[in-house]
């Protein structure tokens, strides 16, 4: 793992979701959350998990990004108000993370180098997929029908 | 020198308290579950970060559960978002604050 690629990956990933945390258009903020997204994808491919990473990269922009930009052109009429900005969630995001960080710099065991590692292959994620994991992916498989049935009876329009 | 371990962490909570802060100061809904998809991200990156740094099981159970996270944050995003498109059409809004009752 190479020090330099992780700190360029660290700051697109945090100044996109800063981005996306605080620009004023919806759809500006909808993109940069799309790039902080892609650099997620960066950190997952830097430390091995290339599987996850392409998944990531799949669901998130290709489905969770299209859907909120949808929704940004749907409810359009409202976009162009200002709906305004709390300043109490910055002094608790802030304290959240002045927190964790001082607790993860006390925490000595985090201090370790990655070991070497095999690389993880899409054979060894599908046949635990296939072989431990298979009621918890049917479950999931549930779940995601069930969610979007009723994201679709949401949406229905009424007839009077 | 490599990364360790402290600064994959250190990362995911600052994404995490991004996530946070956009959920708790905007009033649009939309930016709110853009902060809570962001929030679910970031857990992804530690599961992934120990993963990667601690013992190595077989099968791989952080990169497992990463994934089942994000399957399920797929189906809240369109619950979620649904839920926008169906409250907006009542209410003619997207700002939570004007959102008080929850009869139709």
């Given at each position: 793992m190479n020090t330099g690629a992780f700190i360029a990956i660290a700051i697109v990933t945090l100044s996109a979701a800063m981005a996306a945390a605080t620009?004023?258009?919806?759809?500006?903020?909808?993109?940069?959350?799309?790039?902080?997204?892609?650099?997620?994808?960066?950190?997952?491919?830097?430390?091995?998990?290339?599987?996850?990473?392409?998944?990531?990269?799949?669901?998130?922009?290709?489905?969770?990004?299209?859907?909120?930009?949808?929704?940004?052109?749907?409810?359009r009429r409202d976009v162009e108000k200002d709906h305004g900005f709390k300043w109490g969630?910055?002094?608790i995001a802030a304290a959240v993370f002045a927190g964790l960080?001082?607790?993860?710099?006390?925490?000595?065991?985090?201090?370790?180098?990655?070991?070497?590692?095999?690389?993880?292959?899409?054979?060894?994620?599908?046949?635990?997929l296939m072989t431990t994991y298979v009621w918890p992916m049917q479950c999931v498989g549930l779940l995601l029908t069930a969610a979007l049935i009723g994201a679709l009876l949401l949406v229905i329009e009424e007839k009077p | 020198?490599?990364?360790?371990?402290?600064?994959?962490?250190?990362?995911?909570?600052?994404?995490?308290?991004?996530?946070?802060?956009?959920?708790?100061?905007?009033?649009?809904?939309?930016?709110i579950l853009i902060g809570i998809e962001m929030m679910l991200a970031a857990a992804n990156l530690n599961f992934i970060a120990f993963w990667r740094f601690g013992q190595q099981h077989q099968p791989?159970?952080?990169?497992m559960i990463a994934l089942f996270s994000i399957a399920i944050a797929a189906a809240e995003a369109a619950v979620g978002l649904a839920i926008v498109i169906a409250v907006y059409r009542h209410?003619?809004?997207?700002?939570?604050?004007?959102?008080n009752q929850l009869r139709g």
């Open positions: 620009l004023r258009k919806l759809m500006h903020a909808a993109l940069s959350f799309a790039l902080a997204i892609v650099g997620l994808a960066a950190f997952f491919f830097l430390v091995g998990a290339e599987f996850v990473g392409l998944a990531l990269v799949f669901i998130y922009i290709g489905a969770v990004a299209v859907l909120i930009v949808f929704t940004i052109l749907l409810t969630g910055v002094v960080t001082w607790s993860i710099l006390k925490t000595q065991s985090t201090a370790i180098v990655a070991p070497q590692i095999r690389a993880l292959t899409v054979k060894q994620i599908g046949q635990a | 020198m490599t990364p360790t371990l402290q600064g994959f962490l250190i990362a995911s909570a600052a994404l995490f308290s991004i996530g946070l802060l956009a959920a708790l100061s905007r009033r649009h809904a939309i930016f791989p159970v952080g990169v209410y003619r809004s997207t700002n939570v604050d004007e959102f």
